[in-house]
């Protein structure tokens, strides 16, 4: 960690209520950002209260990111009380259910995809006229390494979107000195959850299909174990900063040696 090397930046962080989020925001702050956090959680605003009390510029923001216009609304309200964006961290999505994909009802499909590849289109692209109006700024989208593994096929789509939106925008903005990655994170340990996946109390057969997914995570890391949010951040926050400045549409693993 680096104290200044985000000072004089502004960062808005999706999904900062917990989790990689919220590392994310823990350690921006401390290398100097001015953040704009954004999460349909209401405790968002908590992180921005901590954040706050220990001195940094915080704005937090309550949206449902898996709308356009809650999306666009969120993004210009950060704009305009910073005055610019230099940098987009897109970390919502997640696993809503793990079962195989004969089990997915039409609904859950839906959902899963508007839960982990809508946030990031929409966050991509309402930051992008702001950005091109400063003719900078940065970006980073969570992807998964999940786009390869079991029980999460609905999700493992999403993420794959994700992907190919980061390398495809990468293309069309790098001349507008915009950058343009992804990290793809594997299984990592998490507090536990302020708000579940879903209400639903799993079965028997669905806490087997939800083991089935963390063994596979296991056995396909060379580590064979799961990651931490902080290894998370780290690996997001050196996409985001200067010092990965010839580093454009990459899709960079951060799964213990798992590629995918």
């Not at 990592?188 to 089935?212: G, I, M």
């Not at 996409?239 to 549409?249: E, F, P, R, V």
Request: charged share 20%; net charge negative; with cysteine.
């Amino acid at each position: 960690m680096r104290e200044h090397r985000f000072a004089q930046r502004v960062m808005v962080v999706t999904g900062a209520a917990q989790g990689i989020g919220k590392a994310v925001a823990l350690r921006a702050a401390r290398e100097g950002a001015s953040l704009a956090l954004i999460d349909r959680a209401e405790w968002v605003e908590d992180v921005a209260r901590e954040l706050r009390d220990a001195g940094h510029n915080i704005l937090a923001i309550r949206a449902d990111l898996e709308q356009w216009t809650e999306t666009e609304q969120a993004l210009a309200t950060a704009y305009h009380h910073f005055g610019r964006i230099d940098i987009l961290v897109n970390n919502v999505g997640g696993t809503i259910w793990a079962r195989p994909y004969a089990e997915y009802s039409a609904a859950q499909i839906e959902a899963e995809v508007r839960r982990s590849l809508f946030p990031t289109l929409w966050g991509c692209r309402a930051v992008l006229p702001f950005m091109l109006k400063q003719g900078h700024g940065a970006i980073v989208n969570v992807s998964s390494v999940a786009t390869r593994g079991v029980n999460r096929v609905p999700y493992s789509a999403s993420k794959g979107g994700v992907n190919a939106l980061t390398q495809s925008l990468a293309f069309e903005y790098a001349e507008s000195g915009i950058r343009i990655n992804a990290t793809a994170p594997g299984g990592t340990e998490a507090p536990p959850r302020l708000t579940p996946r879903n209400n639903e109390v799993p079965s028997e057969e669905e806490t087997c299909w939800y083991q089935q997914v963390v063994d596979q995570t296991c056995d396909t890391s060379l580590m064979h174990r799961y990651g931490t949010v902080d290894e998370q951040a780290a690996a997001i926050l050196f996409l985001a900063s200067d010092d990965a400045s010839y580093i454009t549409g990459t899709i960079l693993p951060v799964a213990g040696g798992d590629l995918g």
